[in-house]
């Protein structure tokens, strides 16, 4: 199933777009409470001092400006959405597109992840930390919350990881108990995540 959602993604976006509208509505009648319950977890989620919590409508420039400044080496592996304002604004709109961030201690945005849920009871994972703030426990922070959130909701989190990206795989298993599923096109793995216990 995911190589199938992955290949739908990638060969007719336009389609994939009404789908997630459609997925959206949906999605907003059955998980009412979403936002509170992510809310309250991204509270606790605690890494190098930083503040995690939902990203706010004024939030987008920033996201769109952190997005816009990582170095073509950081985006290799991430690129689940374009980066630009109408999109951000989009998917902010979406109530299926759960958008977080990481906010460091003198305010700045340094982090920025995503629940992608279906209404079939899934979601899939993405993120990203600005490079000064890797290896800080940011990302096993953001991994351990998503996990969390999805347990909490009843979702069933899964994610793409690049096997070449061994820092996202580490601490995707430092934060989750993670499972791999299958393998996918370009060195991709697909996995899946559960609340450590």
Not at 59 to 78: M, R, S, Y
Request: with cysteine.
């Amino acid at each position: 199933m995911i190589r199938a959602l992955v290949a739908f993604k990638r060969r007719c976006p336009w389609a994939w777009n009404q789908v997630e509208c459609a997925n959206g509505a949906l999605f907003r009648l059955r998980y009412r409470k979403m936002d509170t319950l992510a809310a309250g977890i991204l509270d606790k989620a605690d890494a190098a001092g930083c503040r995690f919590s939902l990203l706010e409508k004024e939030d987008l420039p920033a996201l769109e400006a952190l997005l816009a400044g990582q170095p073509q080496e950081n985006l290799k592996w991430f690129h689940p959405h374009a980066f630009d304002r109408k999109t951000l604004a989009r998917l902010y709109r979406n109530p299926a597109f759960l958008m977080m961030k990481v906010n460091a201690p003198d305010g700045p945005l340094v982090g920025y992840f995503f629940l992608r849920c279906f209404i079939i009871g899934r979601a899939f994972a993405g993120l990203l930390v600005d490079p000064a703030w890797q290896n800080r426990g940011v990302g096993t922070a953001i991994w351990a919350s998503c996990a969390e959130i999805c347990a909490r909701a009843g979702l069933r989190m899964q994610a793409t990881i690049s096997t070449d990206n061994k820092p996202s795989m580490a601490s995707c298993r430092k934060g989750t108990d993670c499972r791999e599923l299958q393998p996918l096109e370009d060195h991709y793995l697909a996995v899946e995540c559960k609340q450590k216990a």
